[in-house]
């Protein structure tokens, strides 16, 4: 065997070994790896809803309804679609009608089943994932503006902005 013909041997084990490593790192983390997506890509079907995900929008108004125990259903929103969550367990002490929530769990009949859900954790901020995904969707402006109306955004508020 050629000299030239050895390296393209051990080029290609090579490649064949790392090949199969990625493939097991990649299977082993299937289950871990979880998307964030959009009410707007989950009511376009673009998610593979048999999977865990991670929701992100805005807790729709008027949707919160306590059940029995600590069972909280809700409607998380982009302001173009919206998907129904349900959560048992407590819920962080910011999650309020209207603020950026960032939900995670398993799609059943149309419905969220959440087993965690973050908050934002201060007024001025927004989870990365839902402005972006409100940028996206084209509603951002509008919600950025309300929310500097609201004092909950740096910038102009209703109080400061000059009259016009």
């Known amino acids: 065997m050629k000299p030239r013909h050895k390296r393209l041997v051990f080029v290609g084990v090579g490649l064949g070994i790392l090949g199969l490593a990625a493939f097991l790192v990649l299977n082993a983390l299937d289950d871990s790896v979880v998307f964030f997506h959009t009410p707007t890509e989950i009511a376009e079907q673009k998610v ?3 999977r865990r995900l ?12 306590h059940g029995t125990g600590a069972q909280v259903r809700f409607r998380v929103t982009d ?8 959560y048992s367990g407590i819920l962080p002490d910011l999650f309020r009608e209207g603020q950026g929530v960032v939900v995670e769990g398993r ?12 908050a934002k954790h201060d007024e001025k901020y927004m989870p990365p994932e839902v ?3 409100l940028k996206k969707s084209g509603q951002w402006q509008g919600i950025k503006q309300s929310m500097q109306d609201a004092g909950q955004l740096p910038g102009l508020s209703a109080v400061q902005r ?3």
């Open 48 to 50: 593979p809803l048999d």
């Open 54 to 65: 991670r929701l992100g929008g805005l807790v729709e108004e008027g949707s919160v309804l």
């Open 79 to 86: 302001l173009a679609n919206d998907v129904a969550v349900t």
């Open 107 to 118: 799609m059943h009949n149309g419905v969220l089943t959440a087993d965690q859900v973050l």
């Open 131 to 133: 402005a972006e995904a």
């Open 162 to 164: 000059p009259a016009q």
